[in-house]
């Protein structure tokens, strides 16, 4: 059962995705072992747990472990969220958590363990998703659990809600990039199930990032709208793959890797905020670009990294996934284009939050300009190394 | 401020100022495509740059695009000191620092990566600059401006996806087949950057930046960049077939003009100016004329500038009104004459600048479009007139409520003003149609213009002294002309040159081939030498002047 063949279909992209942990463990090591983000040794023990987890998880060539890792990463963060949060729902919260991760889990452990145990023992899991269609769509659901399209997200908006700073941060560096990393190893680009489906998905994913950006202008949780921004853009990284080219799937990795570099670190920034000022709306009342020049620096710097300004992974991650839909439909492209216009819009509605506003609310965001202040040159180098790491810059 | 410490930084500021205008001005009159080039790979940095390994290109129309960005960028960070001082200067400094820079990587980018940096990066910084000061206004503008300038970039990604698509070159913006669907998209994008009719609204509304970012923006970095992308794509290979677009989009040569008769802010009349001045140089490069549209650029730059600096001065003196009817000019003789001199300029009269281009831009028009185009350039042309008479009422107007004393920078931020006014006062760009007159006796001429300095630097009106140097300038244009051309063109030559864009080319493979070429150097370095001191003379005349002026109050 544990002897495979050994297959790591794309070793450059396990590097590239072995960034993310780096990343992570860097800022963490610099500013996040203070009281401000772990509680206690446990909470720290916890949290390199799942970055052991992670890595090993890409390093490995066994789907068994792939399968058993993936699970207890969910395991680890309901921990996380119940160890650290000071949420008073976080109960209800870990809840849905389980209960929309075992929706994806028991049909595939039905039945790729109980059903066809036989033929799992024998066979590696790519052969066995080449041979039946119900194999292949059982572990999709799997996947796209972690993974969240839309309709499929309330578990994810709701953990990170109720998570604590360090441990969504982990959620959106980490965890989400594991369901991708199983679709681009195991799952059939070019099988005619995607093809079947694949128009579907596209607008499903056009639809929700409409819809996201015009409900988002009503929420003002900090928290809650990087959590959404976050599903916006993982949403998209199924229906690339399914596309069935090989630029689908690269783009697919500069999705993961830009918003695991990105949303990680809006999730520290949230996380400041939220510690420093008690307080997690998103209406700063403009004090934020008086109080703190160094934050406001930072917020404005990660929201164009967010929407993909050049140099960065995220630009990448939108002129590939451009790309890739000319392969499939040039009518998705229309929806594209008012997609990042409107994500341009909501960026300048975040910017006038920050810099414009005549009230001065300032609540206790003074301490925190000392970390800022440092982070504000030492950050921002990191987010252009997966670039030269990479050998995308010789397509240009 | 102590006079003696004022007097000092004067001082600096002027030979700062001498430097860069010799350097630039003269490297500008003299940049032949080869001529250029050929400065620049003296230390062997073109073969480096060219040799096709690299991400960055060096030719001769980014280089002048080059000259023309860096005069004025140190122009307006001289300017910057009087206009803007402590309020939030480290970040100002910063913002316009990251606006040269992305400007340069878009001029000098040979890959579309490096020229989409460029060209997000320039709507990003521009969006801050707008946001300077905060309020209202300058929120709503800076939206604008950013939705604008962002959907730009979406089509020049997705131009770059559908030539990638079509099959991948090295040169990606040419791809081998479907190449007027990537022109159309590159053609729709760079309508954004250069504030052309239908996605033009952004551009009155980045006036809301400061004063000197405006001069920036609207002479040398942000328009420019719509019209580079025009020139590096060269979509005057598609003037034939778009015909339509053309007239279509050159009713802003009437819109323009009339709509900025009707406006009340100074700074939004000015913005109409240059949406119609870009529009007529984008006239030029359909008609295939990339040379003589280049030279337009650097007219329009400079007088933008200028233009500018008076609007600063004016705001300064007027407790920041920008009314154009509420303008009070007590005590702003000096700033009159320069608004004079740059109304002089703009309606392209004989011997300044833009009479050159304007003059073979009727010319080409004439010969393409008999009936619309020359109907349109007279209603253009009528239009402007209002305009410059209202410009000009505007000089001569009686105060309402002036300043009881003038601020005490006032005259030194002149300076800056007198710079941008000497630099591009009048332009000679070498026309044929001058060389076919002849004068003999030209180095007497030439030591006249030397002797006016001489003249100048006596006890003497300012305005007087300015209109010497003007007249001078007119002697250094003739001598350039007649003295070096005359010799080299034939008449045979001019004949054709009326057809062709090719009156910029080489003059040193010409005279390589005559074996003067070491000769023809050192009377070169020669002439730049003398220019040099001439220039350090005027400028140190008038500062002198001004600072009398300083201390007698």
Redesign the interface.
């Known amino acids: 059962m544990f002897s495979q063949v050994p297959q790591v279909p794309q070793e450059s992209s396990v590097i590239f995705l072995l960034t993310i942990p780096f990343f992570i463990w860097v800022m963490l090591s610099f500013l996040g072992f203070r009281q401000l983000l772990v509680g206690d040794f446990f909470g720290t023990f916890l949290l390199f747990l799942v970055l052991s987890f992670y890595t090993f998880i890409l390093i490995s060539s066994s789907a068994f472990f792939f399968v058993l890792f993936l699970e207890a990463c969910t395991f680890l963060i309901i921990l996380l969220i119940f160890w650290l949060s000071k949420d008073s729902d976080k109960v209800l919260s870990a809840h849905i958590i389980i209960s929309f991760n075992i929706i994806g889990s028991i049909p595939f452990f039905f039945f790729f363990f109980l059903r066809s145990r036989n033929l799992f023992s024998s066979l590696s899991l790519q052969d066995l998703v080449r041979r039946r269609v119900i194999h292949l769509g059982v572990l999709t659901l799997l996947l796209l659990r972690k993974l969240p399209i839309f309709f499929m997200h309330f578990w994810l908006t709701k953990a990170h809600v109720s998570a604590s700073g360090a441990c969504s941060m982990v959620l959106a560096g980490l965890t989400l990039k594991l369901g991708g990393f199983g679709i681009l190893k195991y799952c059939l680009s070019w099988h005619p199930l995607y093809e079947s489906i694949g128009s579907f998905l596209f607008s499903i994913a056009a639809l929700g990032t409409l819809m996201f950006r015009f409900l988002i202008v009503r929420f003002f949780d900090f928290k809650y709208f990087v959590a959404r921004s976050s599903v916006v853009h993982i949403s998209l990284i199924f229906p690339l793959y399914s596309i069935g080219s090989s630029v689908g799937s690269f783009s697919c990795v500069r999705i993961m890797v830009g918003h695991g570099l990105i949303s990680s670190f809006m999730f520290l920034l949230v996380t400041l905020i939220y510690e420093s000022g008690q307080n997690r709306t998103f209406d700063f009342g403009g004090s934020l670009g008086r109080v703190s020049k160094s934050l406001s620096f930072c917020l404005a710097f990660w929201f164009f990294a967010n929407i993909g300004v050049p140099p960065l992974v995220s630009f990448l991650r939108e002129a590939f996934s451009v790309y890739a839909v000319f392969c499939f439909s040039w009518n998705v492209l229309f929806f594209f284009f008012w997609c990042i216009l409107l994500s341009c819009l909501f960026l300048m509605f975040c910017l006038t939050k920050i810099f414009f506003c005549k009230k001065n609310r300032a609540y206790g965001l003074e301490t925190i300009n000392s970390l800022t202040g440092s982070l504000t040159f030492f950050l921002p180098c990191l987010i252009f190394l997966p670039l030269f790491l990479n050998c995308s810059f010789s397509l240009f | 401020m102590e006079v003696k410490n004022f007097r000092a930084i004067v001082f600096k500021k002027i030979f700062y100022l001498t430097f860069l205008l010799f350097l630039f001005r003269n490297t500008l009159i003299f940049s032949y495509s080869s001529d250029l080039l050929w400065g620049v790979n003296f230390w062997g940095i073109t073969n480096w740059f060219n040799s096709g390994r690299g991400?960055f290109k060096l030719d001769w129309v980014a280089l002048r695009f080059l000259l023309i960005v860096s005069l004025v960028t140190s122009i307006v960070s001289l300017y910057r000191e009087i206009y803007i001082q402590g309020y939030q200067l480290s970040?100002f400094v910063r913002t316009k620092i990251l606006f040269f820079i992305s400007i340069i990587l878009l001029l000098f980018s040979d890959?579309?990566?490096?020229l989409?940096?460029g060209w997000?990066?320039l709507g990003?910084s521009s969006?801050f600059l707008i946001?300077f000061y905060?309020?209202?206004i300058t929120?709503y503008n800076?939206?604008l401006t950013?939705?604008y300038n962002?959907?730009g970039d979406?089509v020049l990604?997705?131009a770059?996806?559908?030539s990638?698509?079509f099959g991948l070159n090295r040169r990606?913006f040419f791809p081998s087949s479907g190449l007027i669907i990537v022109l159309i998209l590159l053609l729709l994008c760079s309508l954004t950057k250069r504030a052309q009719f239908p996605l033009s609204s952004w551009l009155p509304a980045a006036i809301s930046a400061p004063t000197p970012i405006s001069a920036m923006v609207h002479s040398s970095t942000l328009v420019t960049a719509g019209l580079y992308l025009v020139s590096k794509v060269s979509l005057a290979a598609l003037d034939r077939s778009w015909r339509w677009f053309l007239a279509f989009s050159s009713l802003r040569f009437v819109g323009g003009r009339a709509i900025a008769l009707f406006e009340l802010d100074f700074k939004k009349i000015v913005a109409f100016s240059t949406m119609r001045q870009i529009r007529m140089v984008i006239v030029f490069f359909y008609l295939g004329f990339l040379a003589l549209g280049l030279g337009h650029i650097v007219v329009h730059a400079l007088f933008k500038t200028l233009l500018f600096c008076c609007c600063g001065f004016y705001f300064l003196n007027n407790y920041s009104d920008q009314l154009f009817a509420k303008i009070s000019t007590k005590n702003t003789s000096l700033l009159n004459s320069l608004l004079f001199f740059r109304i002089f300029r703009i309606r392209g009269l004989i011997f300044s600048g833009s009479f050159f281009t304007k003059d073979k831009i009727l010319e080409a028009l004439y010969f393409h479009f008999p009936f619309y185009g020359v109907s349109l350039l007279f209603w253009g042309g009528l239009l402007t007139l209002l305009y410059c008479a209202r410009f000009a009422r505007q000089t001569i107007k009686a105060s309402l409520h002036p300043l009881e004393e003038t601020p005490k920078s006032y005259k030194y931020s002149l300076l800056f003003g007198l710079a941008t006014l000497i630099v591009g006062r009048i332009f000679p760009i070498f026309t044929p149609t001058l060389v076919v007159f002849r004068i003999n006796n030209l180095e007497t001429i030439f030591l006249f213009s030397f002797f006016l300095v001489l003249v100048s630097m006596k006890k003497m009106d300012l305005k007087i002294k300015i209109f010497l140097l003007s007249v001078q300038d007119i002697f250094y244009m003739k001598t350039l002309i007649f003295s070096r051309f005359s010799r080299i063109l034939s008449p045979i030559k001019v004949k054709e040159f009326f057809h062709s864009d090719s009156f910029l080319s080489p003059s040193l493979i010409i005279l390589k081939r005559e074996k003067t070429f070491w000769a023809g150097s050192f009377l070169r370095f020669c002439f730049y030498l003398l220019v040099f001191i001439d220039y350090s003379f005027s400028l140190m005349n008038v500062a002198l002047k001004l600072l009398k002026c300083e201390d007698k109050k």
Do not use: A, E
């Open positions: 991400t970040r890959r579309p990566f490096c989409i940096i997000d990066w990003v969006i946001m905060p309020n209202k929120m800076s939206i950013m939705v962002r959907g979406i990604i997705l770059l996806g559908l990638v698509f990606v």
